[in-house]
């Protein structure tokens, strides 16, 4: 399969700004993704980005893509204690496999 | 409109048992997928079906078979079940129309152990 990798923990105070990171190895990856995972529960899509696209802003969130040097990353703005959890970049070519990270879990500090 | 929904939530089997993880969406979504998410490893594909009658393997396939029973519905079934089983299924769907973003939903999991 695809190599998908992110660091594993990121911990921030309340009202800074989170960068979690990613890169892959499969550059003909057409769609790129970021999802959600609070405890106990599914994944929630919060983003995608197609990869004939630099940069995505999404209200507090901002994908930028590098595809030379196969890197994603997201920026939450402002974060708030409600986005500690675990999140996952993902990539597709088809939109039939899908290969995801390992995960990065955010703590945010009060 | 319930999204995804999966059936058992947790389960715990005995080496070599069988069982039907059952999966059902109510979004009218082409294509369904299995999961399964260990730790430190991130999600694997089980299975997929890109659409209704169709089913393929993903990374993972080995010691389950999947059944796309109609458009709603996709089940995982384990055979014989091993300890090296033991983790947490999801199941997704997606729209997957042409052009758009292929986006995922996901249901919230069956934690499985087999002892």
């Known amino acids: 399969g695809e190599d998908v990798e992110q660091s594993l923990f990121l911990s921030v105070r309340e009202g800074d700004s989170s960068v979690i990171n990613c890169t892959y190895t499969?550059?003909?990856?057409?769609?790129l993704y970021w999802y959600k995972q609070e405890p106990g529960a599914g994944l929630q899509l919060l983003t995608y980005?197609?990869?004939?696209?630099d940069m995505k802003q999404d209200q507090r969130l901002t994908v930028l893509l590098n595809k030379k040097d196969k890197h994603l990353s997201l920026r939450i703005a402002d974060t708030q204690t409600g986005d500690s959890a675990i999140y996952f970049c993902a990539e597709s070519i088809t939109g039939n496999q899908f290969y995801f990270g390992t995960g990065t879990s955010l703590t945010v500090i009060p | 409109n319930a999204g995804v929904t999966q059936t058992p939530k947790f389960q715990v089997l005995k080496t070599g048992q069988s069982m039907t993880l059952q999966c059902a969406q109510d979004?009218?979504?082409?294509?369904m997928y299995w999961y399964r998410q260990d730790p430190g490893m991130g999600l694997r594909l089980i299975y997929y079906s890109a659409s209704e009658g169709t089913t393929d393997k993903g990374e993972v396939p080995n010691g389950y078979n999947v059944s796309r029973l109609n458009k709603r519905e996709f089940s995982l079934r384990l055979e014989s079940a091993a300890p090296s089983q033991t983790s947490v299924y999801f199941c997704a769907s997606s729209p997957r129309e042409q052009g758009g973003s292929y986006e995922q939903y996901f249901g919230p999991g069956t934690r499985l152990t087999v002892t």
């Open positions: 499969d550059s003909s990856s057409t769609y």
């Open positions: 979004m009218n979504h082409n294509s």
């Open positions: 980005i197609f990869s004939n696209m």
